[in-house]
């Protein structure tokens, strides 16, 4: 829990003077998009990055279809507000319909999310799970959100 603590002191730190902008910053929008798409060659990766309400890089590697038929997805976002990352996939069902899943859920593409963690980590990022993505840090304002949480602090800030 100490090292939380550290990234909630960093998230208030950068938010003492408002919601930053990536925009306003100068950020760079392409950040590890090139060295990603090494990661994954043979997949396409498509940077979705948009700072509108979002603190973060976001990538989408499409994985394709598994033996069950469903298109699965794998989204990377890398924070700007502090040297974290997340990572989810969603399985897809039709082309509109899809949901989250665990990694469990996705044995085939194991080794492809640990290229990921070995990768960011070897750059001293920290994965943020999912069960501290709901962590509350208090003194912060949201422009969406009513409770900032930590996860919409260091990614994507919505109601």
Wanted: net charge negative; proline share 1%; charged share 25%.
């Amino acid at each position: 829990m100490v090292e939380l603590d550290l990234v909630v002191e960093n998230i208030r730190r950068k938010f003492s003077k408002g919601c930053p902008s990536g925009i306003m910053i100068g950020w760079d929008v392409s950040r590890f998009f090139s060295a990603l798409k090494s990661v994954f060659k043979g997949y396409t990766v498509l940077n979705q990055t948009d700072f509108n309400y979002s603190y973060c890089n976001t990538y989408d590697v499409n994985l394709g279809n598994n033996a069950s038929g469903h298109y699965f997805v794998l989204t990377i976002k890398v924070s700007y507000i502090y040297d974290a990352f997340t990572m989810h996939i969603t399985r897809y069902i039709s082309r509109r319909s899809g949901e989250v899943v665990t990694f469990d859920q996705c044995n085939e593409y194991k080794e492809l999310v640990e290229k990921v963690r070995s990768f960011l980590a070897d750059k001293a990022f920290r994965e943020i799970q999912s069960d501290e993505m709901d962590v509350e840090v208090e003194g912060v304002e949201l422009e969406l959100a009513e409770v900032p949480t930590v996860g919409k602090c260091l990614f994507d800030d919505f109601e």
